[in-house]
C-alpha cells in the first residue's frame, strides 16, 4: 500500500528534530530545495503511519505551502499514479485558510498573510495589498468550498482519503449583523464528509489543539511546530481513527 501525505510544515514536521523547514536551509543539502528536511521527514507523523501500516510512504508536504499548492499537487500525482490508485491512501493536513500561490515567471510562490514572505521585488506591492485585504471570514468561506469541492473529486475517482486540519477550522466564530457570534459556517451551510474530515467543525479537533490538550508542548513557539514525540502520537491517534472508521481494508492493518 502507498500512504500518500501532502500538507504544509506540519505534514513536513519542520524543525522536529533539526531546526529547518526545508531541505536547502541545511547547507549540506540545498540541492534538495524545499522538501522536507530527511532527518525531520524520517520522525513526521506521516512516516510513524507508514511504518505502523507496512506501507511506503510518498511525502509531498512542504513547509509555508497553502492549500492551493496541496491540492495542485495532489491532482499531479494522482495523474501520475493512476495505476496505483486503488492500493493507496491519501493523508491530507489543510494548512491555514488564507494562503495562496501565485504563478510568476514559471516558479510557484507561496505566500501567507503574515507579512514577511519573500517574493521577487515585482510582486512586493501586490503582496503588500493581499496581507492587507485579507479577510478571514471569506477565506473560511473559499477554503470550504475548496476542499469540499476536493473531496467529492476524490470521491468519485474512489480515492481513499483522510483530511484534518492543522490550525485553522470551519467552526470560526464571527459577529453577525446583529453582533450575535456565530461560525462562519453556518449549520445549514456544513457538509456531510462522512468520516474522511477529522472533526472539520469542532475547532478541539484540529491537530493543533488535540496535541496540546493532550500534553504536548511547541518544539518552537514562534512556529508552532512540534517535536518528534507528538508526531508519534499523531500517527497513533490517526491509526485509531483510521481503525475505528474502517477506512483500510483489514488485510491493509497489520495486526501485531
Not at 485579507?134 to 468550498?145: I, Y
Not at 476542499?147 to 485553522?168: D, M, V, Y
Not at 500534553?215 to 513557539?221: A, S
Request: overall charge negative; some cysteine; proline content about 5%.
Amino acid at each position: 500500500m502507498i500512504l500518500y501525505v501532502n500538507g504544509d510544515s506540519h505534514a513536513a514536521a519542520a524543525e522536529a528534530v533539526v531546526p529547518h523547514a526545508w531541505a536547502e536551509d541545511d547547507e549540506f543539502l540545498w540541492g534538495m530545495g524545499r522538501q522536507p528536511h530527511p532527518a525531520n521527514a524520517r520522525v513526521s507523523f506521516g512516516c510513524e503511519l507508514a511504518n505502523h501500516l507496512f506501507a511506503i510512504l510518498d511525502l509531498d508536504a512542504q513547509a509555508g505551502g497553502s492549500n492551493a499548492r496541496i491540492i495542485r499537487t495532489t491532482r499531479d500525482w494522482i495523474q501520475r499514479n493512476q495505476n496505483n490508485l486503488s492500493d493507496t491512501f491519501m493523508l491530507i493536513q489543510w494548512s491555514t485558510w488564507e494562503r495562496e500561490e501565485w504563478f510568476h515567471d514559471n516558479v510557484w510562490w507561496q505566500v501567507n498573510a503574515s507579512g514577511w514572505d519573500q517574493v521577487p521585488p515585482e510582486l512586493t506591492q501586490r503582496y503588500k495589498q493581499f496581507v492587507a485585504d485579507v479577510d478571514w471570514p471569506t477565506c473560511t468561506r473559499q477554503a470550504h468550498e475548496d476542499i469540499w469541492n476536493f473531496h467529492c473529486e476524490l470521491e468519485q475517482q474512489g480515492i481513499r482519503h483522510l483530511f484534518f486540519s492543522a490550525n485553522s477550522h470551519f467552526a470560526m466564530p464571527v459577529l453577525n449583523a446583529q453582533n450575535i457570534t456565530e461560525p462562519v459556517i453556518l449549520l445549514q451551510d456544513q457538509k456531510d464528509w462522512g468520516t474522511s474530515y477529522l472533526g472539520p467543525y469542532d475547532a478541539k479537533m484540529t491537530y493543533d489543539s488535540v496535541l496540546k490538550n493532550n500534553g504536548f508542548e511547541y518544539k518552537n513557539p514562534a512556529s508552532y511546530h512540534f517535536g518528534a514525540d507528538a508526531h508519534c502520537f499523531w500517527a497513533e491517534y490517526l491509526l485509531q481513527y483510521i481503525k475505528r472508521n474502517q477506512l483500510l481494508r483489514p488485510d491493509e492493518i497489520p495486526s501485531y
